[in-house]
């Protein structure tokens, strides 16, 4: 799977998660540019983006993601 392919679907998972515009999400987006993206919100995030790509990320890594670049990143060392 292609990088570009993981990151627009990765958007596309935050925007429905957080219910914003994916237009407003970029790879430099962090949970305190996202109303209610608490640790809560950050968990469920995790579980849809295990779903949806049908992996397991590590927690430890996936909660400390400092961005969405982050996370992508997590998801893309975890697919290949």
Do not use: C, Y
């Amino acid at each position: 799977m292609s990088s570009a392919l993981i990151e627009s679907r990765v958007i596309q998972i935050v925007a429905r998660t957080f219910d914003v515009d994916p237009s407003e999400i970029t790879m430099d987006t962090v949970a305190t540019d996202v109303d209610g993206w608490d640790s809560l919100a950050h968990a469920t995030l995790v579980i849809r983006l295990e779903k949806n790509f049908n992996t397991t990320l590590d927690p430890r890594r996936a909660s400390a993601a400092q961005n969405l670049g982050d996370l992508v990143s997590l998801v893309e060392a975890s697919v290949e």
